[in-house]
């Protein structure tokens, strides 16, 4: 595909409930990368998919966070119970082969705001 | 946490000078990679250095890379007023290969 594409580009949302992003990756890349990026501030890794392997959950920040990929195609984030410290910008990234060799090409992110 | 801290927070200067940032991190790595943000958007890779090199050159880019003082730095000449953006360095880690690590960014300003 021609880039890493998300959506919705903005998501503005009540506090409590449910949110789901999605982000399509570059076709043929296997591995893909969630972060949040809060205003201001750096990114924090959210999660990892690569190929069929289990995903690396390590960097989500509590159970209400939840994020499924099928295959090497499009993945979803979910938010259950929103809350306000939620919002910031959802950045999806997607590379060839998953090795930190490998360049991350972003998505343009979506912002959520909860209100 | 591995998590980089560059600097400046923030650079303002003239379009035409150098700009140079800085990052550091903490812990041992494979590789460390410098990425650009404009404002709004996401992030686009610069450069990519191995921790067995010193000095990497793209372009008007610089990058060097210091290990024993877990740091790098990214030289940018003859800035132009599209320079304008946020910059990010990215690690990763000897022992977590997945994650990537960014610092918290540096904003330039390059005033035409």
């Known amino acids: 595909g021609a880039g890493v594409s998300q959506s919705p580009s903005n998501k503005v949302t009540e506090k409590g409930k449910d949110v789901e992003l999605r982000c399509d990756p570059i076709s043929g890349h296997t591995a893909l990368y969630w972060y949040r990026q809060r205003l201001g501030q750096g990114l924090e890794f959210l999660i990892y998919?690569?190929?069929?392997?289990?995903?690396?959950k390590s960097g989500l920040p509590s159970d209400r966070f939840s994020a499924e990929r099928t295959g090497e195609s499009v993945s979803t984030l979910t938010i259950q119970r929103t809350q306000q410290e939620d919002s910031a910008v959802y950045l999806c990234?997607?590379?060839?082969?998953?090795?930190?060799?490998?360049?991350?090409?972003f998505g343009p992110g979506t912002r959520l705001t909860v209100l | 946490s591995q998590q980089g801290e560059e600097d400046p927070q923030a650079l303002s200067i003239q379009e035409g000078e150098n700009a140079t940032m800085n990052c550091s991190y903490k812990t041992s790595i494979n590789n460390l990679q410098w990425y650009r943000q404009n404002s709004g958007r996401g992030l686009v890779h610069l450069i990519l250095i191995r921790s067995n090199e010193r000095e990497k050159h793209s372009g008007r880019l610089r990058v060097t890379l210091d290990t024993s003082k877990k740091s790098s730095s990214l030289l940018i000449t003859a800035s132009r007023a599209a320079d304008t953006a946020s910059y990010f360095c990215a690690t990763d880690s000897l022992n977590t290969g997945n994650q990537f690590y960014f610092g918290t960014g540096t904003s330039l300003t390059v005033i035409p």
């Open positions: 990234a997607s590379t060839r082969f998953g090795g930190s060799t490998d360049t991350q090409y």
């Open positions: 998919f690569q190929g069929n392997s289990a995903p690396d």
